[in-house]
Each structure stands twice: as structure tokens, then as C-alpha cells.
């Protein structure tokens, strides 16, 4: 029970510190694409102390709520957004034998707790009282229920080959990572990272943010902490999407490594580096493409996502019973 908190704090830590810097990969990476210098100056000569300086300022910030907004509703809603994201760790393995919890039914936790998310936001743009806020909402909303069918849909696809819905157990059957699987595996990594892109509302499926139509998103009227924790969720979000996109199709922790040392740390590296090269595509998609009009994405979504997505496990599933 001891050891079980101690690794929930030690996940929670190192998930957090990640995440402060996604965001300053993030910043260098689109600075590179505009042929700009990005973050430099805090931590000098690369900007290395800039995630902490934007923490501060967000702390330093004052809190401001709306006078005719829902103010119990506004004040729960970001936290019901940050933990949503930081639940869906426990089910996501490190390593053989390094994981919170090894449920049965992990892959179905991850998706349900993750649904939290959008539950959140909807209460954010709900009590907030103004209208940009609950336009973004809606979109928000419509937007993951178009697209988190496709994501399960392909995310079903190594469950259905390795046969459990346990993430341990789907790193275990991965002696060739799910992703080369021909046409099947192929198709179902596509769809997952494009309904990942779509599920963190990130160009070109960022819809619900649209600055030009609705000011920011339905976190507009949110200051200080509060926006920092759904900047955070988001970024949270992303890097467990990521850690489960490098465990259901990458192989997860399984990698080569040499016979001297702990098996233990080549596992985590491995997992590590998997998961550095999902975020970094879903970095590449964010800034190279245009924003979507939300119609055509819509359309998108339920016109060749998940037709496609319910073609593709039906293959899976066929070549799962012939071989």
C-alpha cells in the first residue's frame, strides 16, 4: 500500500515535470518551423528556465471570476479537467513490473476517466456566463464525440491481437510492434494519431479555440491557476495519449538493451524515447497544417474515420481468427 502511494507520488512528479518541458519543446520546435529563436533568455543560451518563469507568473497572477458567473461550477471546474488527465496514468506500465496498477480492464479505464476531461470543460463554458465560452464548449463536446469513437475503434485493434484489454499484457504480445503490422496496423495508427490530435482540440482540429471566432476558448474568462491547471490537463492529456500511443502500437518499454545493468532502466528509456517520437508527430501535424472548418471536421470524422475504423477491426479480427 506504502510502495503503491510512493510510486503514485513519484508518477505524479515526474508527469508534471515532463509536461513543463512539453511545453518548452513545443515553443523551440514552432520556433524553428518560423525560423524563430523561440524561448532564450530565461535560463540562457536555449531558454532552459522559461516553464518555470510562465509558472510563477501564473501564480503571481490574480484570480478573477466573472460577478454573474456560476461561481461554484467555475471554481470545480478546472480541477475536474486536471484530474481526469492525471488519472489516466495508473494503467500505463513504465516498465515489466513498474506500474500503479495492472487492471483487467485497463485500456476501458483509460478512455472512461479521460471522458472526465470533456465533462469539465463543458461545466467551465457552462458557468461561466458568456457566450464565447459555451459556443466553445459545444464545440468542444461535438468534436470528442465525433472522434473518440475512431480513437477506441483503432485503439481496439491491438486488443484484439494481443487479446486482452490489460496494457501490460499488450506490450507482453508485441514481439513486432502493432504499428508494421501490414494494412491493418498500419491504418490503425494513422486513425490514432489523428483522433489523438483531434481529442486535444490541437491544429488543425482546434475548433473549440478559434481565436478569431471566439476570443481564446471556454477557459476565456479563467485567470491565474485556474488556467494554469487546463493549460496543464491539456498538456498532461497529451503525454499520456502519447505513452499509450507508444504502448498499444510502439512495442511500449520492449526495446534492445544489453545484458549489463538493471533490465529495468533500458524498459523506461525505451518507453521514453517511444513516447519523445509520438510527441514530436503530434508536434509536426500542430504546425504544419491550417485550421479545419468545424463542419468539415465533423464530417470528417463520421463520413471516413469511422467507417474506416469499423472496416479495419473487422480485418483485424478476421486475420486474429484465421492465424
Known amino acids: 500500500m506504502i510502495g503503491t502511494i510512493l510510486l503514485t507520488i513519484i508518477y505524479v512528479f515526474v508527469a508534471l515535470f515532463i509536461v513543463l518541458y512539453i511545453t518548452w519543446i513545443e515553443r523551440k520546435f514552432a520556433a524553428r518551423l518560423h525560423n524563430r529563436v523561440g524561448p532564450y533568455y530565461v535560463g540562457r543560451p536555449h531558454g532552459f528556465l522559461q516553464p518555470f518563469a510562465d509558472v ?190 507508444s504502448i498499444l502500437f510502439l512495442g511500449g518499454y520492449r526495446g534492445f538493451y544489453p545484458t549489463f545493468g538493471p533490465e529495468w532502466l533500458y524498459q523506461i528509456f525505451w518507453l521514453l524515447f517511444k513516447t519523445f517520437i509520438m510527441l514530436i508527430l503530434f508536434l509536426l501535424v500542430r504546425w504544419s497544417f491550417v485550421r479545419i472548418r468545424i463542419d468539415r471536421l465533423i464530417i470528417f470524422s463520421w463520413k471516413y474515420l469511422f467507417p474506416i475504423s469499423l472496416i479495419n477491426l473487422f480485418l483485424a479480427s478476421l486475420w486474429k481468427l484465421l492465424f
Open 56 to 245: 510563477l507568473k501564473l501564480l503571481l497572477k490574480e484570480d478573477i471570476v466573472p460577478e454573474q458567473a456560476d461561481k461554484k461550477i467555475f471554481n470545480i471546474a478546472p480541477i475536474i479537467v486536471f484530474v481526469g488527465a492525471l488519472l489516466t496514468f495508473p494503467v500505463l506500465p513504465v516498465a515489466k513490473n513498474i506500474y500503479i496498477s495492472d487492471l483487467s480492464v485497463g485500456l476501458i479505464y483509460f478512455f472512461a476517466v479521460s471522458s472526465l476531461m470533456v465533462f469539465g470543460v463543458f461545466l467551465a463554458g457552462w458557468a461561466s456566463n458568456s457566450k464565447y465560452a459555451l459556443l466553445s464548449a459545444f464545440r468542444a463536446g461535438a468534436q470528442v464525440v465525433s472522434y473518440e469513437i475512431p480513437l477506441i475503434l483503432s485503439a481496439l485493434i491491438p486488443v484484439v491481437l494481443a487479446g486482452s484489454l490489460r496494457t501490460n499484457d499488450i506490450v507482453q504480445a508485441q514481439k513486432v510492434p502493432f504499428a508494421l503490422y501490414p494494412v491493418f496496423g498500419w491504418v490503425a495508427f494513422i486513425i490514432f494519431v489523428i483522433s489523438g490530435l483531434a481529442e486535444e482540440n490541437k491544429v488543425p482540429f482546434d475548433v473549440p479555440e478559434a481565436e478569431s471566432e471566439l476570443v481564446a476558448a471556454y477557459n476565456v474568462e479563467y485567470s491565474g491557476m485556474k488556467f494554469a491547471l487546463f493549460y496543464a490537463a491539456e498538456y498532461v492529456h497529451i503525454l499520456a495519449l502519447s505513452v499509450l500511443g
